[in-house]
Nanobody, 126 residues
Framework: QVQLVESGGGLVQAGGSLRVSCVAS????????MGWFRQAPGKEREFVSG??????????LYADSVKGRFTISRDNAKKTVYLQMNSLKPEDTAVYYC?????????????????WGQGTQVTVSS
């Protein structure tokens, strides 16, 4: 069982930066693929980024809409995954969710993720 708690959301102006974090419980954090998803009002939840369980050589995956602007990373010792968001746009406004998958490789499919956090709101003003 894995419990995930996100933090770091907030209000930022367009062009600004924000980092959201997700702390996990449990002893096997390093074995999970971690992902970030987001859901804007009236829209379906969408994949943002994912990272494999390994350390410095972790493989990553990004949605085209955030590639080059967002960076995912993890600290297995702290059981934490981060999403650094730069050059934010108003269309990045959404609730951001952290998720964990036991599938073994970064994936953008919601159904591959077993555990979810409660979400943190990110609002980008124009």
């Amino acid at each position: 069982q894995v419990q995930l708690v996100e933090s770091g959301g907030g209000l930022v102006q367009a062009g600004g930066s924000l980092r959201v974090s997700c702390v996990a419980s449990g002893r096997t954090f390093s074995t999970y693929v971690m992902g970030w998803f987001r859901q804007a009002p009236g829209k379906e939840r969408e994949f943002v980024s994912g990272i494999s369980g390994s350390g410095p050589g972790a493989s990553t995956l990004y949605a085209d809409s955030v590639k080059g602007r967002f960076t995912i990373s993890r600290d297995n010792a702290k059981k934490t995954v981060y999403l650094q968001m730069n050059s934010l746009k108003p269309e990045d406004t959404a609730v951001y969710y952290c998720a964990a998958s036991s599938i073994g490789f970064p994936t953008n499919r919601i159904s591959h993720y077993n555990y979810w956090g409660q979400g943190t709101q990110v609002t980008v003003s124009s």
